[in-house]
């Protein structure tokens, strides 16, 4: 039969490779570095180094790099450094993000909270430098600002950490999938933002009025003419109860309707960072706050903030939504 030869099948293209592992990965490293940096900073609290630099931002006494540095010049100075770096990152994470997924991805608005809740960070450090809110500074607009920081942090992590899961193809979350969990949820957020508060509040003031003793600690939370800031001690306790209750709420609805073992391990991992959040606390309480565990508890605070983020992302996303 005539007619023109057949033609070999033209293969069908590649699909291209995702652009999540890398992103996920450096996502990961940001999230590491900066928890490392968050840990720097409370190390600049606890040893009253803030004043370090002076009241100079971005230099540090007017110089760009100390020729001649304290310790405690040291440490703040490092804690500058550090924050830049993870700035660089940040960006790079957002810009990696805008050149790997189209407009409106789940990863894409991650990576700009991210962006802006880092830009905010820089904002709140510089304020506190330029305003010396720092040192002995026993204000309690200062106290305001440590509260602020510490809740611009805990949305800085969550963003940032929210960024490497939805670019490792974990899929979106909808919070219309599962209205109980989804409330639940939610108020275990709001209430560890206000432990996250109360805590910077808490410590600011372990720094600046130390105790004795346990009981000389005791006895000035409850007198009627101690500062502010000691009276306000006695509040994070409760608080931190209170929030227990939604956060361990949260665990175990997240772990009894888990589909997926990842969400059963997340779910795991967030009740138990809170209860060893607790033992940290009370441990804390107990020896009157040396730095180690100051730096401690700010740490497992950051871990239980990071694994409940992602718990309520996992769970909310096993209903059949479409990965970011």
Do not use: Y
């Not at 942090?153 to 939805?166: K, N, Q, R």
């Not at 639940?184 to 996250?196: C, F, H």
């Not at 606390?281 to 100051?294: D, I, R």
């Amino acid at each position: 039969m005539s007619g023109a030869p057949l033609s070999p099948p033209v293969p069908a293209p590649a699909s291209p490779s995702p652009p999540g592992p890398g992103l996920a990965r450096f996502s990961l490293f940001t999230v590491l570095f900066n928890l490392a940096v968050i840990v720097w900073g409370a190390l600049v609290r606890a040893t009253g180094s803030g004043a370090g630099c002076g009241d100079h931002w971005p230099t540090c006494n007017g110089e760009v790099v100390p020729l001649d540095p304290s310790v405690e010049t040291l440490i703040e100075f490092t804690h500058r450094a550090t924050s830049g770096l993870a700035l660089l990152l940040v960006l790079g994470m957002f810009v990696w993000s805008l050149r790997g997924w189209p407009r409106g991805a789940a990863v894409r608005r991650a990576a700009g909270a991210t962006m802006v809740f880092m830009i905010g960070e820089a904002l709140v450090g510089a304020a506190i430098v330029l305003l010396q809110m720092v040192g002995d500074n026993d204000s309690m607009s200062r106290a305001a600002v440590m509260g602020v920081h510490l809740v611009n942090t805990f949305l800085l992590m969550g963003a940032m950490s929210l960024t490497a899961w939805l670019a490792a193809g974990k899929p979106t979350p909808k919070m219309s999938t599962d209205k109980v969990f989804s409330v639940v949820g939610g108020v275990a957020l709001v209430a560890m933002l206000v432990l996250g508060a109360s805590g910077g509040i808490t410590a600011l003031g372990d720094t600046l009025f130390p105790a004795d003793s346990l009981a000389a600690g005791i006895a000035q939370d409850f007198s009627p003419t101690a500062h502010l800031l000691i009276r306000l001690r006695v509040l994070h306790p409760l608080i931190a109860f209170a929030t227990g209750t939604a956060v361990v709420a949260t665990a175990v609805l997240g772990g009894l309707g888990a589909q997926t073992p990842t969400t059963r391990r997340l779910a795991a991992a967030t009740g138990g960072l809170f209860l060893c959040q607790l033992a940290v606390g009370g441990l804390n309480l107990a020896l009157l706050a040396p730095t180690a565990l100051q730096l401690t508890h700010l740490l497992v605070a950051d871990l239980v903030w990071i694994a409940l983020v992602l718990l309520i992302s996992a769970r909310l996303g096993e209903h059949g939504a479409a990965p970011a």
